[in-house]
């Protein structure tokens, strides 16, 4: 094979053997057909690719929107829609360094969480308290204040930004790129410093580089699980005892200094065509008293239950492992396992913040469209509600961000999962439409805002049902359930960053004003 003359060329378009790779992203639902896709690889050249699409003419009026990508996991077509002019994809922009001038360490936006764990643990032995999903790109996770296996332990990803650098476009459609840090001096270059703490990606600009300061360290070794229960030895009631039990644990265990305060699980709640209902769960080794939270843990979730305990058969989600032994790894080595590399699949996603255990009509309703009242013909291994542990360090920010849901013990996501032209996409959508509705049904088929129970929903797991009322009848708008109060300060930041309204979709921050062009962030 001859080597090529120069490096190919960063702009790619219909009929270059990249395209068709590039024109979507993780979830396979969405594939777009822009004019084009371009790769920015440093600071100047993304603000350059910017500057250049916001003066272009767009060839059909009707697909105008420049969209940003980073890792490509958007789960709506905020990046890869019908209406997607140009992508600008800044995943070769992957560097991890220190940054002497702000003391603080530099993460490029389109850096992953594994590449940064991985680059960013053995030189420092700091980490970001991100997420387990190794191909998240941090220009979307970031913003939308992701969270992980160590969040309860240490706090959210925002909770250390110092500084963000985003690349701007005024009225006139000059672009240019700004560096806005948290002790900035000018109130609007903090506000857009503020604005990408759980604001959401591609809503103000498109962010080149973000600076951590006072990351913390992982511990050196964790304790991992992973276990399972047979579908066909749950009663209803055992089915309740499980699911209130990891509520009530989680409730009662939100100290990030104890041992049982920084144990992290996930309650696979699957469709009872998978067969099983999973559990995983990881604890800080380094504490003496990890074990023992760890098996407390699993006698106050599994010692509830009818059923016993064996090892997972199958994918559950993102996520299958053989660990139904618990095991102490490195904590590198652990994150490792935790990835399921996500495969070729289409998806469909919601989600809820939970600040009590669930309550009995809404474990009914889950026992009901799990396939044990309703859907008892669908067939899906891969359609299940996702129940995180939270809290913890999250519930005690050393600084105010746009994340407002700062007191939920769960975070819940429902997902399903299907491949492209599956004859019954339908019924997997369906599904997960009724099963959500059902579960909150009390509150208007969505989890409500400052509820007794609920607080909202994540913007990381974007939804775009919450502006159909068919499925949000609560009398609360998408906004209110992604941000609360944080929304109108958001929208006077989106106003004085992105006055055109460039960065744009359907869920994305909405100025109060006309504007005019429109990109969407991963």
């Known amino acids: 094979m001859s080597e090529l003359p120069a490096l190919p060329a960063t702009v790619v378009r219909s009929g270059d053997r990249r395209y068709p790779a590039l024109s979507r992203g ?39 929107r420049i969209a940003v990508r980073a890792g490509g996991h958007c789960y709506e077509d905020f990046v890869c829609g019908d209406d997607v002019r140009a992508i600008l994809d800044v995943s070769p922009m992957c560097g991890v360094s220190y940054d002497s001038s702000l003391k603080a360490y530099c993460v490029e936006a389109g850096a992953t969480n ?24 941090l220009g979307g996770h970031v913003p ?26 005024d009225e006139d459609k000059n672009v240019r790129l700004v560096v806005a ?10 506000e857009l410093w503020w604005a990408h703490t759980g604001g959401g990606g591609g809503n103000f600009g498109l962010v080149t580089r973000f600076w951590f300061r006072g990351l913390p360290q992982p511990p050196r070794q964790v304790l991992l699980t992973a276990l399972a229960w047979d579908w066909e030895d749950f009663t209803k009631d055992g089915f309740a005892a499980l699911v209130t039990a990891f509520g009530e644990y989680f409730r009662d265990h939100q100290n990030p200094s104890a041992a049982a305060g920084k144990l992290f699980a996930m309650l696979k709640l699957n469709h009872v065509s998978n067969g099983q209902i999973g559990m995983l769960a990881q604890v800080d080794a380094d ?39 618990p095991r102490v790894m490195p904590w590198l080595t652990a994150t490792q396992v935790l990835d399921a590399g996500g495969g070729n699949r289409c998806g469909k996603y919601k989600s809820a913040y939970l600040r009590r255990p669930f309550t009995g009509r809404q474990i009914d309703a889950m026992w009901a469209f799990l396939g044990k009242e309703q859907y008892t013909g669908y067939v ?73 129970t609920t607080d909202g929903c994540y913007i990381g797991y974007p939804d775009a049902d919450l502006g159909d009322r068919r499925w949000n009848e609560s009398g609360q708008s998408w906004e209110t359930l992604y941000y609360k109060d944080a929304y109108a300060k958001l929208q006077e930041v989106k106003r004085h960053w992105d006055p055109r309204n460039v960065f744009r979709h359907a869920q994305s921050i909405r100025p109060g004003t006309g504007g005019n062009g429109g990109a969407a962030g991963e």
């Open 144 to 169: 939308a204040g992701g969270f992980g296996l160590l969040s309860r332990q240490h706090g959210l990803t925002v909770d250390y930004l110092y500084a963000v650098e985003v690349a701007v476009v």
């Open 114 to 137: 594994w590449h940064v764990y991985r680059h960013l643990y053995p030189v420092s032995g700091k980490v970001l308290p991100g997420g387990s999903c190794f191909s998240v790109g």
């Open 181 to 190: 840090t948290r002790d900035d001096r000018d109130p609007k270059s903090y």
């Open 380 to 452: 899906n291994g891969q359609a299940l509600i996702q129940v995180d542990s939270y809290g913890g360090a999250i519930n005690r920010p050393l600084r105010q961000t746009a994340v407002r849901q700062r007191d939920s013990i769960l975070k819940v996501q429902y997902q399903v999962y299907w491949t492209e032209q599956d004859a019954c996409e339908d019924a997997h959508i369906a599904w997960i439409r009724d099963a959500y509705k059902a579960t909150f049904a009390e509150t208007g088929g969505v989890p409500v805002a400052d509820g007794e």
């Open 26 to 64: 993780f979830n396979q639902r969405w594939i777009a057909a822009p004019e084009y896709v371009r790769l920015a690889r440093t600071p100047e050249e993304a603000r350059a690719a910017l500057a250049e699409a916001v003066a272009e003419t767009p060839e059909d009026p009707a697909r105008a």
């Open 287 to 325: 504490d003496p008293d990890g074990p023992t939270a760890m098996a407390d843990f699993l006698a106050a979730v599994g010692g509830r239950t009818g059923p016993r305990a064996t090892a997972m058969r199958s994918v559950m989600g993102e996520h299958f492992l053989h660990l139904d032994v």
